[in-house]
């Protein structure tokens, strides 16, 4: 496959290196590459075909089939030229696949069919509709006006302006995540920041939730506590815990063995901090596992979740690690489930804890990587599904760092785990009910929320009207190494690595 660096700021799907700032965004591999450009060259030949410029071919929901078709013809011709590699699972034949029309490509009614949820009779068993999303993990970064450049923060791309409150902010993230995408409840997720003023606090969660009703999305936005017990003395960041649970109305707890000096799960910190998340009447526990450093192993998810089976494990990112090849799982031995997701299948199943137990893996930035390596997303979606069951994965996508969620959503609906891949390795197929329960029904239900009462007053026809009339914010998040590590120099001043 030929390298080329296009002018691809079109592309539904931003194919540029691209991070939420707790991991290096990886480089451009071939792959991506090579359909970047067929994209680009193809979407001339049909935006001519329609009578459109090129640029507003790619925002229409024909340009998403384009990609996502065009992404899986080259990761099928990838996986034919690597061929057979017994170590990760590689068997010559594509693993994962986006499956669309090829009149999808050029016509925006059938591609907009295609890329809609199949009925799903799990949905309707609950009354919910088949287009019901929600997601566990979303961010922004409030500022005053004008208070913080693009130069402060280190990671803002240019494209969003040199003012971060513009682009990072709450009308930023109610207009990516609420209105221009179909996620219909979202939960606002605690960052590992000491800032003060801090950009993400449980004040700014409040104003954001807020601001979400104002517009019509009543009941839509649930937000998180953070705990740092290890930052400062553990009495103190209790009694902290305790002062939040009691003045704010807080869905989960959001935690980072990272921050501070590193603490696990199941060490007698991370005891004190499960044993005050059940005594403050909360039971679900949100903690950062994969992307970033060392003290992120989700090596003590097992033993933790054995130790106190009345409390939910949500799991963000599931243990992925981005320089990481994702295979077959390959058991739980010592030193053989040491890399990526196989650390959280293998401390799991080590404690005794499987399908439909207390841990919750969930896909946030995971998929947004996967989504670029279709053979490794069967692998990961496969085992993660096998090891805990399809009512225990959860949907988040870490927006607004990767510019609206919709593109995650439209790719997720696309893709299927390939009949070999299912044959050869004991996947599930991705049926249209295993995506409803992951695209939100499992969240649902752990959160309790109704899916069939919770709604927006902006339609599914509306937010897609709003995706093609208008461009929005483009994603925020570090597109450099150096960009990621200021970021994490930033939120960290702790950690050094």
Same mark, same amino acid.
């Given at each position: 496959?030929? @390298?080329?660096?296009?002018?691809?700021?079109?592309?539904?799907?931003?194919?540029?290196?691209?991070?939420? /700032?707790?991991?290096?965004?990886?480089?451009? #591999?071939?792959?991506?590459?090579?359909?970047?450009?067929?994209?680009?060259?193809?979407?001339?030949?049909?935006?001519?075909?329609?009578?459109?410029?090129?640029?507003?071919?790619?925002?229409?929901?024909?340009?998403? =089939?384009?990609?996502?078709?065009?992404?899986?013809?080259?990761?099928? @011709? @990838?996986?034919?030229?690597?061929?057979?590699?017994?170590?990760?699972?590689?068997?010559?034949?594509?693993?994962?696949?986006? +499956?669309?029309?090829?009149?999808? +490509?050029?016509?925006?009614?059938?591609?907009?069919?295609?890329?809609?949820?199949?009925?799903?009779?799990?949905?309707?068993?609950?009354?919910?509709?088949?287009?019901?999303?929600?997601?566990?993990?979303?961010?922004?970064?409030?500022?005053?006006?004008? $208070?913080?450049?693009?130069?402060?923060?280190?990671?803002?791309?240019?494209?969003?302006?040199?003012?971060? $409150?513009?682009?990072?902010?709450?009308?930023?993230? &109610?207009?990516?995540?609420?209105?221009?995408?179909? +996620?219909?409840?979202? *939960?606002?997720?605690?960052?590992?920041?000491?800032?003060?003023?801090?950009?993400?606090?449980?004040?700014?969660?409040? !104003?954001?939730?807020?601001?979400?009703?104002?517009?019509?999305?009543?009941?839509?936005?649930?937000?998180? /506590?953070? =705990?740092?017990?290890?930052?400062?003395?553990?009495?103190?960041? &209790?009694?902290?815990?305790?002062?939040?649970?009691?003045?704010?109305?807080?869905?989960?707890?959001?935690?980072?063995?990272?921050?501070?000096?590193?603490?696990?799960?199941?060490?007698?910190?991370? +005891?004190?901090?499960?044993?005050? *998340?059940?005594?403050?009447?909360? $039971?679900?526990?949100?903690?950062?596992?994969?992307?970033?450093?060392? =003290?992120?192993?989700?090596?003590? *998810?097992?033993?933790?979740?054995? &130790?106190?089976?009345?409390?939910?494990?949500?799991?963000?990112?599931?243990?992925?690690?981005?320089?990481?090849?994702?295979?077959?799982?390959?058991?739980?031995?010592?030193?053989?489930? #040491?890399?990526?997701?196989?650390?959280?299948?293998?401390?799991?199943?080590?404690?005794?804890?499987?399908?439909?137990?207390?841990?919750?893996?969930?896909?946030? $930035?995971?998929?947004?990587?996967?989504?670029? !390596?279709?053979?490794?997303?069967?692998?990961?979606?496969?085992?993660?599904? *096998?090891?805990?069951?399809?009512?225990?994965?959860?949907?988040?996508?870490?927006?607004?760092?990767?510019?609206?969620? @919709?593109?995650?959503?439209?790719?997720?609906?696309?893709?299927?785990?390939?009949?070999?891949?299912?044959?050869?390795?004991?996947?599930?197929?991705?049926?249209?009910?295993?995506?409803?329960?992951?695209?939100?029904?499992?969240?649902? !239900?752990?959160?309790?929320?109704?899916?069939?009462?919770?709604?927006?007053?902006? #339609?599914?026809?509306?937010?897609?009207?709003?995706?093609?009339?208008?461009?929005?914010?483009?994603?925020?998040?570090?597109?450099?190494?150096?960009?990621?590590?200021?970021?994490?120099?930033?939120?960290?001043?702790?950690?050094?690595?």
């Amino acid at each position: 496959m030929r @390298q080329r660096e296009p002018d691809d700021s079109g592309i539904p799907i931003a194919f540029h290196p691209l991070s939420n /700032g707790e991991y290096a965004p990886p480089p451009r #591999s071939e792959l991506i590459h090579e359909t970047a450009r067929r994209v680009l060259d193809t979407a001339d030949t049909n935006a001519r075909r329609v009578g459109v410029s090129r640029r507003d071919f790619l925002r229409t929901s024909a340009g998403m =089939a384009l990609t996502l078709a065009t992404l899986a013809a080259c990761s099928k @011709q @990838q996986s034919a030229s690597t061929g057979p590699d017994p170590t990760t699972g590689t068997t010559g034949r594509p693993g994962g696949t986006f +499956t669309l029309p090829p009149e999808s +490509t050029i016509e925006s009614s059938v591609a907009t069919t295609s890329l809609a949820p199949a009925a799903s009779t799990t949905a309707s068993a609950v009354g919910a509709s088949a287009d019901f999303v929600m997601d566990v993990q979303t961010h922004l970064l409030e500022y005053a006006p004008g $208070s913080v450049t693009a130069v402060d923060i280190g990671f803002i791309q240019a494209s969003c302006g040199p003012d971060a $409150s513009q682009c990072m902010g709450i009308d930023a993230w &109610l207009d990516l995540v609420l209105a221009a995408s179909d +996620t219909t409840v979202t *939960v606002i997720s605690a960052i590992p920041t000491v800032a003060d003023p801090d950009p993400l606090s449980i004040e700014v969660m409040e !104003r954001a939730r807020r601001a979400a009703d104002e517009v019509g999305c009543s009941d839509r936005v649930l937000i998180q /506590g953070h =705990a740092t017990p290890t930052l400062g003395a553990l009495p103190a960041a &209790l009694e902290a815990m305790a002062d939040v649970a009691a003045n704010h109305d807080i869905a989960a707890w959001k935690a980072y063995t990272h921050e501070g000096p590193p603490w696990r799960l199941d060490d007698e910190t991370g +005891t004190a901090f499960c044993n005050q *998340v059940r005594t403050l009447g909360q $039971s679900i526990i949100c903690v950062h596992k994969g992307l970033g450093p060392a =003290a992120a192993s989700p090596s003590d *998810v097992g033993p933790a979740a054995a &130790l106190h089976p009345d409390l939910t494990f949500c799991i963000y990112h599931s243990g992925f690690e981005t320089t990481v090849t994702e295979g077959r799982y390959p058991g739980a031995v010592e030193g053989a489930a #040491s890399r990526g997701v196989d650390r959280l299948i293998a401390s799991c199943e080590t404690a005794g804890i499987g399908t439909g137990g207390n841990v919750y893996p969930e896909l946030g $930035s995971t998929w947004w990587n996967l989504i670029q !390596r279709p053979d490794e997303a069967a692998h990961v979606l496969g085992k993660l599904l *096998v090891a805990f069951g399809d009512d225990n994965l959860l949907w988040g996508t870490d927006s607004i760092w990767y510019g609206s969620p @919709q593109p995650q959503i439209d790719a997720f609906r696309a893709f299927e785990i390939t009949p070999e891949y299912q044959e050869t390795f004991g996947y599930p197929a991705l049926t249209a009910d295993v995506k409803a329960k992951i695209l939100g029904l499992n969240a649902a !239900r752990l959160y309790g929320i109704d899916p069939a009462t919770t709604k927006c007053s902006l #339609s599914a026809a509306d937010r897609q009207g709003m995706r093609a009339e208008r461009p929005l914010p483009q994603p925020a998040g570090a597109t450099t190494p150096a960009a990621a590590r200021a970021l994490f120099a930033a939120d960290h001043p702790w950690f050094r690595r």
